[in-house]
Structures are given as structure tokens and as C-alpha cells.
């Protein structure tokens, strides 16, 4: 597993239009560029990965709970806000902003911002939006 740099120094993301609710995570952005995902993630194994230079994803498979959960991690900050945007129920979870799409609403999505990346994890899985925000912060930091 390789981890990114976490940036620390003042970065220009307070001119970005984020919406009504800002990433919590703006004073310790990770750099994901260059980033691994990592094969294990709390319980979860790598299922696969998939993408190229502007999104990659992974799968994630808990072969005991039967439970599945996507990651990606797409060029850019300004799908933060569309994916934000698009949650029925937005609301912070820790670091992360996490919701039921309005389109999908038995799924769960967590947002976290990078640098110049955005990072967003799914599920259609019953889990908590506590247990997805959980998977979610544990993989932005291993990235």
C-alpha cells in the first residue's frame, strides 16, 4: 500500500464554490494523483479495479457480511459538489459528506476532497451511513 502526501500548506481551495456543505477536510488535503488503492479496507478485500488518468475505481467485496462497496476516485474538485448536490439527505459523517442520492435513494454515498481529486465510495449494501463514512475516511487516508 503506497499513501499520498498529506498537504498541509495553505492550498487555493477557498475560492471553489462547494455548496451549502464544504468539505470537513479542507485543513489536511491528501494528494490522490498518483495514489494505490489499497487490497484490504476494515473488513472489505479488493475486488478489482477499473479507469484510467481522469477516474479510477475499485471494488471492495466483505465475503462474510455478503457486502460490496465501490470507490472512486475522479480528476477534480468540482464533482464534490454535484455529488453533494445530488444526496437527498446531505449531512457531515466525520470527515466526510454523506447521503442517499435522490435518484438512488437505497444507496449510500460519502464524498471526501483531495487536492485536485475528488473521492466518492457507494453502496447498495444495508449498511449505516456511519459504517460507509467509516470505510470511506479509513481508505482516504490509505490512499
Known sequence: MVSGPLVTESMPVEADDWGPLP?????????LTDSQFPQQVLTFTMDGESGGAVARDAFYVDTAAVTTMS????LGRKIWKANVESLSDPAYQGRAVCGHPTESPTH????MVGTNHTLNVGTAADLSIEEVAAFTETIYDAL
Not at 71 to 74: R, Y
Request: net charge negative.
Open 108 to 111: 449510500t454515498l460519502c464524498v
Open 23 to 31: 468539505p470537513n477536510n479542507l485543513n489536511e488535503l491528501r494528494d
Open 71 to 74: 470507490a472512486s476516485v475522479t
